[in-house]
């Protein structure tokens, strides 16, 4: 199942979603043992620049995948901003946003707002994203060892101390 046509076709199925994600205990971590290639894709930063995942070999990265209009993705913003405070340059947090509507103003806007103060990026083919990373609900979080493998990802919000012990495992 593709997120595009779910995103566009069901507003009320997502919201009941929502809420049932918000009414969900934080998960946790969840490993990917053992840990699998990360697929590198196209992005387009808010100033228009292009980059891949790959740019950031040699470094631990945490995708964000999410969307302006999440509610959890919106929740989640306090931890990811202490998440990019505590680590050095070695760490690059991601996010990207997997809704086609999104412009990258609006995940400006959206930036602004959350006082985010790491790079947020647009898809060219948000599908060919989601369908590789097997994203069928957002937020989604994959963290990518210093060589991109996925070491962990995580479906709706995630813990706090458990993702920074990972973190810093990695680094």
């Known amino acids: 199942m593709r997120l595009r046509p779910l995103l566009a076709s069901h507003p009320k ?5 929502v809420v049932l994600l918000l ?12 840990a ?16 891949r995942v790959s740019d950031h070999r040699g470094r631990v990265v945490l995708l964000d995948f999410m969307a302006t209009w999440c509610v959890p993705c919106q929740l989640a913003m306090p931890k990811l901003n202490a998440l990019r405070a505590s680590f050095s340059p070695d760490f690059v947090l991601l996010s ?13 806007a959206f930036r602004a ?24 609900e957002i937020p989604t979080y994959v963290l990518l060892d210093r060589s ?16 920074t012990a990972e973190i810093q495992r990695l680094l």
């Open 13 to 17: 199925a997502i919201s009941a979603a």
């Open 23 to 34: 009414a969900l205990p934080a998960a946790g971590a969840l490993a990917l043992a053992p």
């Open 36 to 51: 699998r290639p990360g697929v590198d894709f196209e992005f387009t930063l808010l100033d228009g620049t292009g980059g």
């Open 96 to 108: 990207v946003s997997v809704d086609p509507s999104d412009s990258a103003a609006g995940l400006g």
């Open 113 to 136: 707002t959350y006082n985010g103060t790491w790079p947020f990026a647009v898809l060219p083919d948000p599908d060919a994203v989601t369908e590789a990373y097997g994203i069928k």
């Open 148 to 163: 991109g493998r996925m070491v962990t990802a995580v479906l709706g919000f995630f813990d706090y101390d458990r993702m």
